[in-house]
């Protein structure tokens, strides 16, 4: 599975800003896929998932200001992100869960800053 991110950016506080990612590949054994973020100094952390079933989960700190959506038929997931905060500013990664025959497998995108400026 490769996975293509785009759409960060620089953008002001409060701005709004869109993340695409593009899978290809062995995307049949694609479970979930999700958006993960990491700022300087600090451990790399999920921001919201969404499941081939369309389940979502959003972390606490994102929820209410943040959409993830999935487009099945061009392999793509979107997250939509509001109101954004200067801690928002991190390198958002692009992840996708596999499962073949069993076995799991998680693959990411090569990831995209998003810098918000307060």
């Known amino acids: 599975v490769q996975l293509v991110e785009s759409g960060g950016g620089l953008v002001q506080a409060g701005g709004s800003l869109r993340l695409s990612c593009a899978a290809s590949g062995s995307i049949f054994s694609i479970n979930a896929m999700g958006w993960y973020r990491q700022a300087p100094g600090k451990q790399r952390e999920l921001v919201a998932v969404?499941?081939?079933?369309?389940?979502?989960t959003y972390a606490d700190s994102v929820k209410g200001r943040s959409t993830i959506s999935r487009d099945n038929a061009k392999n793509t997931v979107y997250l939509q992100m509001r109101s954004l905060k200067a801690e928002d500013t991190a390198v958002y990664y692009c992840n996708a869960l596999t499962k073949i025959a069993g076995i799991s497998a998680d693959y990411w995108g090569q990831g995209t800053q998003v810098t918000v400026s307060s």
């Open positions: 969404v499941t081939s079933g369309g389940s979502t």
